[in-house]
């Protein structure tokens, strides 16, 4: 399920998808950690996190997760964009939203190459970085992917019914996320894909 929450910033005149936590109250007694979702996924892979139930968590961080372009309720006035402008996006919903200075989670591929480049960006910004889980070899490289995927997904004529199959799913929450990838996680990567 994508974020229910958006602001409107200046790059590529992006509308951002965010959620956030403790009610949806920014606590500046509180650091904040920003959470970015990793592909095929929504912010609704950080449902845990953000639930205010978490007082672990929400007791002592304020959690905003943020959606990259093209993910969720995130969307862009271009047809084209890259990593860096997800990440500019993000800043600038960052700073619209009144956070100042974060430490920075990022999933996968994704949020890992976003929170590289937010902190090269927002230097000074930013307090400190964890990227889940990156496999180094093998990435969307392995033989299955290469010679399948292209194979299921390429047609002569329209397919307009068409669907991203659990298969492709599943196979990039295991990279992402190995056994971690629970039954919340694989229903988030789901819902990323407009299912």
């Known amino acids: ?6 602001v409107q910033v200046a790059h590529l005149g ?12 920014l606590d500046p007694t509180k ?3 920003i959470m970015i979702n990793s592909m095929n996924t929504t912010a609704s892979l950080y449902r845990a996190q953000l639930d205010d139930n978490n007082t672990k968590l929400t007791g002592a961080l304020y959690v905003l997760a943020i959606e990259p372009l093209g993910h969720g309720a995130t969307r862009c006035d271009v047809e084209h964009f890259t990593y860096w402008d997800s990440a500019r996006v993000a800043l600038q919903a960052m700073t619209k939203l009144g956070v100042e200075r974060a430490f920075a989670l990022g999933t996968s591929w994704g949020g890992g190459s976003l929170f590289v480049w937010r902190c090269w960006l927002l230097r000074g910004h930013i307090d400190g970085f964890r990227v ?3 496999p180094i070899q093998g990435v969307l490289g392995s033989r299955a992917v290469r010679h399948t995927v292209p194979q299921k997904w390429t047609s ?3 397919t307009p019914d068409f669907v991203v199959d659990d298969d492709w799913i599943g196979s990039l929450l295991d990279l ?7 039954d919340g996680v694989r229903e988030s990567g789901r819902d990323g894909v407009g299912r």
């Not at 992006?14 to 109250?25: D, F, L, R």
């Not at 992402?176 to 629970?182: I, N, W």
């Open 176 to 182: 992402g996320f190995g056994d971690a990838a629970t």
């Open 31 to 33: 650091p904040t950690c």
């Open 132 to 134: 889940c889980r990156i």
């Open 14 to 25: 992006a509308k951002v998808g965010y959620e956030i936590s403790n009610n949806n109250k």
């Open 1 to 6: 399920m994508a974020a229910t929450q958006t």
């Open 156 to 158: 002569s004529t329209p």
